[in-house]
């Protein structure tokens, strides 16, 4: 049975490893990236988010939050057939979400406004090694998160 994954995470470097170590562990796992996305399209003939919602199994698509918000994703959620296979929103990095942090907290805040976009039943986690007991994240306003589950 197919089911789709999003994860967010800050960079294409640490996308692009992240999806080389989920591959390692079963799940069709790929980075989506302006130049992931471009490359596949013309040197393989291949649409990364046309494979993402298709096949068997688990996919993740591993992503920034700009291409998140980007006019592919869009189009993919607007088709009822993937949008309905999304199970997992995770997001990498979460204290970035923080009100205290700097460059990517305006992307990764844009994250927040997929919740309506994405089915009633996805679950939603975040996570960081940034934020201790001592030190915990807030929880962003309007967020799905709910702190203190881990």
């Not at 049975?1 to 992240?18: D, N, S």
């Not at 069709?28 to 596949?40: F, Q, Y």
């Not at 919740?115 to 679950?123: F, H, I, K």
Request: charged share 25%; glycine share 10%; proline share 7%.
């Amino acid at each position: 049975m197919e089911r789709i994954v999003f994860m967010i995470v800050p960079t294409k470097v640490l996308a692009e490893q992240q999806a080389e170590a989920g591959r390692k562990y079963g799940p069709r796992a790929t980075a989506i990236n302006e130049d992931s996305v471009r490359e596949a399209a013309t040197r393989e003939e291949r649409d990364l988010f046309a494979e993402l919602a298709g096949g068997d199994g688990i996919s993740v698509g591993i992503r920034s939050p700009q291409m998140l918000q980007g006019p592919r994703m869009g189009k993919l959620l607007n088709e009822p057939k993937p949008k309905c296979l999304v199970r997992w929103m995770l997001v990498d990095e979460a204290h970035v979400l923080d009100k205290e942090s700097g460059t990517f907290r305006k992307p990764y805040r844009g994250i927040l406004h997929m919740q309506p976009r994405l089915p009633s039943g996805t679950v939603w986690a975040a996570v960081t090694g940034t934020a201790t007991i001592s030190a915990p994240l807030a929880s962003p306003q309007g967020s799905a998160f709910v702190l203190g589950n881990t």
